[in-house]
């Protein structure tokens, strides 16, 4: 059991309130298209930058649009603004999954999202009905899963579930909660 919140602000947390679980989504589940993005970034940069690298041998096709002074000038603007805004994206994408976080105290399970603006949801254990689990095959291999929190219906206009997607080892966090959830139902036992 964690001692410290690590990403979770302590004033979120009543006194005697103990962090159980505090981790973030899957990076994959995130970043696979900032991926995809920052490797065609990198080409994009290449290719910017091609005309002055020296040694560098002719590309087909490519050193001739180079060599047209009329359009040679824009063929170099363009691949510099595909690299700065897949550069962008990849930022974005980066700050959004470092900003998502979830964490479970021995009171409530907490959803905390967003990157200037945070949106923080937090269930009380009490309300909270059944802990599904659901992992794809891809999933399985990678070592992450989906945790859905049913609860008691809709409060104040959320939604019956929260949803944990992309979260390291399910199956542990799943024990876990049950276990507090356990305690709480069954304090003497």
């Known amino acids: 059991m964690a001692a410290k919140p690590k990403h979770i602000s302590r004033k979120m947390l009543s006194s005697d309130e103990r962090i159980i679980i505090e981790t973030r989504p899957s990076a994959w589940l995130y970043m696979k298209a900032a991926f995809f993005s920052a490797i065609v970034a990198i080409i994009a940069l290449v290719l910017w930058a091609w005309p002055w690298i020296d040694g560098a041998p002719e590309i087909p096709y490519l050193s001739d649009l180079y060599a047209d002074a009329d359009y040679g000038d824009y063929v170099q603007l363009a691949f510099l603004a595909l690299f700065v805004i897949l550069a962008v994206f990849f930022l974005y994408k980066w700050l959004k999954w470092g900003s998502t976080v979830y964490a479970a105290t021995d009171e409530r399970i907490i959803t905390q999202r967003g990157i200037l603006n945070k949106h923080i949801e937090d269930i009380p254990l009490g309300m909270i009905t059944n802990i599904d689990l659901s992992q794809s095959i891809g999933k399985r291999a990678l070592g992450y ?13 959320r939604p019956p579930d929260i949803i944990w997607d992309g979260v390291p080892d399910p199956y542990a966090i799943r024990r876990k909660l049950q276990e507090v959830m356990d305690v709480r139902q069954k304090p003497g036992a």
């Open 145 to 157: 899963g989906t945790v859905v929190f049913s609860t008691k219906g809709l409060t104040a206009g």
